[in-house]
Structures are given as C-alpha cells and as structure tokens.
C-alpha cells in the first residue's frame, strides 16, 4: 500500500512538508538497514488530484439521480409527481445502506472459487478496506467506492419511470433491496469485477460507463417491470400529456451536466482520457438532440422540448459505453443512430401498447444495446490501450464480443428480474387498486400532494 493516496494527504496541500518528511524518513530508514519506501511530491500530487477528480466525478454522477427524479416528474400527472421523484429518492437511501453493508465488496472484491467470475467476496464488507489503495496506488479504495456507488444507485432508479403511477409503494422499497441485490451487484461484477466474466479478465467485453451494466440492465427490467405490473387503468384508450415540460427540460439539462461525471470520471485518471469522453458525451448528445428535432420537424411539423430532452438523453446513453474508446467523429455518428433508432422504438412501443410510461426501454435499453454494439465497431486502441480495434479497422472480433455480452445481459436480467418480482408478488401487491391510482399516488403513498390542490391533471 503507498505511503499516501489521500487526497486529503498533508503533502497534497504543503510540497515543503512532504518533502521534509521523505528526506527524515529515507534518513531513518538507513539506519535500520533498509530505505523507506515513500512516495515522490510528484506522485503525491498526482495520486491527490486524480482522487478529487473522482471524487468530483461522484459528486456529478449522485445529482443524476435526482435530476432523474425531475425529468421523471415533469411527464407525469400532478397527482403523482411527488411519487415520482421518491421512488428515486428512495433509490439513493436503500442502495447506500446496501453498498457500504456487502454491496461494493461484492463487486470489487477478488471472488471464491467457481463463482469468481460471477460475484467476488464479502472480504470488504462493510467497506472496511475504504482507506487502501486501488489498482497501482493512484486511487483510494473509498473514492473509487464512492463513485462506483453512484452507478449502483441510478440504475434501479431508471426502472421506476416505466411502473411510475401504478407500482405500490412498500413493493418499490423490496425491489430496490432485492434487484440490486441479485441483479444488478453480479453483472457489474462480471463487466468491472476482478475476474469478472464479461469483462477485460473473461469475455473482454468493451463498457467504458454501464452501456451494460446500467443502461441495457435497466432497460430490460423495465420491460420485464411492465409485463409483470400490468399498464395504467386507462392506458392506451386515455394518455396524459407531461404535466410541466419545464421539470422535463430542466431535468435532461442536469442530467446532461452529470453524465460528464458519468462518463468523464470513469477512467479514474484526470487527463487525456476524461477529455476524450466528456467531448464524446456532449457530442453524442447534441447530435442526438438535433437529429431528434428535424425528425420532429418533419413530421409533425414542429420540434417540441420533450422530442429535444429526449434525444439528448438517448444520445448520452447511447454514448456510454463508447466514451472512452472512440473518436469524437465516431460520438457524432452514434449520437445521430441513437436519434433514428430510439426514435422508431419509442413509436414501435406504441403501436405495441406497451405501458412502459417513461420510455425506459426504448431509450435506455435500446440506446444501451445500440451503443454497446457501435462500440465494437468504432472502438480504436490508439485512443484507449486498455480498449481494442473495431470494425473500423477491420476487426469483426470485438463486435461479436460485444454482441455475446448484450445477448447474455439480457438473459441475466430478464430472468433475473422476473425471479425478483415474482418472490415480491408471493409477499406483497405489485401495484395498487384501481381507486388508488384514480386517487393519485401522492396521497395513497405519502399522503401528501405536490401542489396542494392547485392543479387536477
């Protein structure tokens, strides 16, 4: 373990101090025989500036949650607004208690056995290894443990905007406990885990932010949610429009501010390769948005706020797991097929009637799949040495891993997903009766209202 990794190290903020300190020690040490081993100021500032930047990264990628909760909030009828936004809310409290107990450990800790490729060990639960180093020293193991637990919380939360003004409140709280528990800590192991099955020990599977592990798992949950919960009592005969599109522009605009966190701090490192995906992010992003409102405006005329929020969140899910492996041309071009794409999904899943409210599938999942597959196409090692050559320089390899680890994830979730809701379904009611949801999630759940009575939509 190096002698500090801290950011809050003492020769972070004084180099004079750090120095002082290696000259008495290296002198020390010679007495005894054998020279200490103590970092250079260098690495020390090094080792303290990379662990502010993930830290930082953290402190973006935690306000996407609840910026998820205002995006959500806008689309949604005033009298479940509130419900809305505490089902994501709720999301950040469960998953916490859960990745300082045994979650972070189960992902990030070496595995046993047979199942090490599947899920590591309870060796740091607890987060009792918070203060040791990761990887070669330049990180502490509690920021790497604080971000990554920011992941772990906005995934679950994405699938609460295809259930939203129907799921009963107390089986939200089990699914939260019991599909991060079951669900989503073994896949994030096998995509980022040491040992992991997908990932760079296993498969070799390209995920530079959770094209896999957050955005295609909540995708497939959703729809796996939606079958199991049934739609909304006047769907598809009666929609509601978004109550605020105020909320809806206003949330995507945070969301679009934290995804740099997202995707920016998971090199771990701040340098050439945080640059790399925070330019692909936004230019993913924007291409998205701007495809999305000349389609808008083709057909219908007119580019609406929703059609624009939309686009530019299916291009930084799109973008996701690319970021870090492609070039800023190439982020353009994934933007705009996630426009084309997700845009024919979102319609497909209408004609189909399927009461996924908030479009999780088709814009997640099906931005995430999209993603991950361009991922092996446009992926190039002169960018990222710990990624590979796509199809673009005539490797098919990396793409046909990347298709294996897609049909695997959504077998691992779809299933998975359905074993958690059907346990839930034996111990709880999935969703309320119909005079609850006439009444409004507000009230049954929380008994209060967002608006006091003001609006009745």
């Not at 056995?113 to 740091?124: E, R, S, V």
């Not at 918070?130 to 971000?147: D, H, I, K, P, T």
């Not at 925070?278 to 405006?297: D, H, K, R, V």
Request: glycine share 12%; hydrophobic share 55%.
């Amino acid at each position: 373990m190096a002698v500090c990794g801290d950011a809050g190290c003492p020769g972070g903020a004084f180099p004079l101090l750090s120095i002082t300190t290696a000259a008495i020690g290296a002198v020390c040490g010679s007495f005894a025989g054998a020279p200490l081993a103590v970092a250079a100021p260098a690495d020390l500032a090094l080792r303290a500036a990379n662990n502010g930047f993930v830290l930082l990264s953290a402190a973006l990628v935690l306000l996407m949650t609840p910026a998820l909760a205002l995006f959500y909030a806008g689309f949604v009828r005033s009298r479940n607004v509130l419900n809305t936004m505490v089902m994501s809310f709720a999301a950040m409290a469960v998953v916490s208690v859960i990745w300082v107990l045994y979650g972070y450990s189960l992902v990030f800790a070496p595995g046993v056995g047979p199942l090490a490729p599947f899920i590591g060990g309870l060796q740091w639960a607890g987060l009792s290894n918070w203060s040791a180093s990761w990887g070669e020293g330049q990180l502490s193991q509690g920021a790497v443990a604080f971000f990554q637990l920011t992941f772990a919380i906005i995934t679950p939360a994405l699938v609460s905007g295809a259930v939203v003004e129907r799921i009963n409140f107390p089986a939200w709280l089990a699914f939260l406990v019991l599909w991060s528990s079951c669900v989503y800590l073994p896949l994030a192991h096998m995509v980022w885990g040491p040992g992991g099955l997908l990932g760079a020990d296993g498969l070799g599977a390209l995920d530079f932010a959770g094209g896999l592990v957050v955005e295609m798992a909540s995708g497939i949950a959703a729809a796996v949610a939606v079958a199991m919960v049934g739609r909304r009592r006047h769907y598809p005969q009666q929609v509601s429009p978004p109550h605020n599109v105020s909320f809806i522009l206003l949330g995507a605009g945070l969301l679009w501010f934290g995804w740099f966190g997202f995707n920016g701090g998971s090199g771990l490192v701040a340098g050439n390769l945080a640059s790399l995906a925070c330019l692909n992010t936004n230019s993913a992003a924007a291409a998205a948005a701007l495809i999305w409102m000349l389609l808008e405006g083709q057909q219908r005329g007119k580019p609406t706020a929703v059609g624009l929020a939309t686009g530019a969140v299916a291009g930084m899910v799109a973008i996701t797991p690319a970021a870090g492996y492609v070039s800023p041309l190439a982020a353009l071009a994934i933007g705009a097929s996630a426009a084309l794409v997700c845009g024919f999904a979102v319609q497909l899943k209408h004609n189909w009637r399927l009461d996924d409210s908030l479009d999780v599938l088709p814009v997640h999942g099906v931005a995430g799949l999209l993603g991950t597959l361009l991922t092996g196409v446009f992926c190039l090692k002169s960018l990222n040495p710990a990624g590979a050559d796509g199809l673009i320089r005539g490797q098919v390899q990396q793409l046909w891993i990347q298709f294996q680890a897609c049909c695997f994830t959504i077998l691992w979730v779809g299933i998975g997903t359905y074993v958690v809701l059907q346990v839930i379904r034996s111990l709880l009611p999935l969703r309320v009766t119909d005079l609850q949801e006439q009444q409004g999630m507000d009230i049954h759940a929380h008994g209060e209202e967002a608006y006091n009575g003001e609006f009745t939509g």
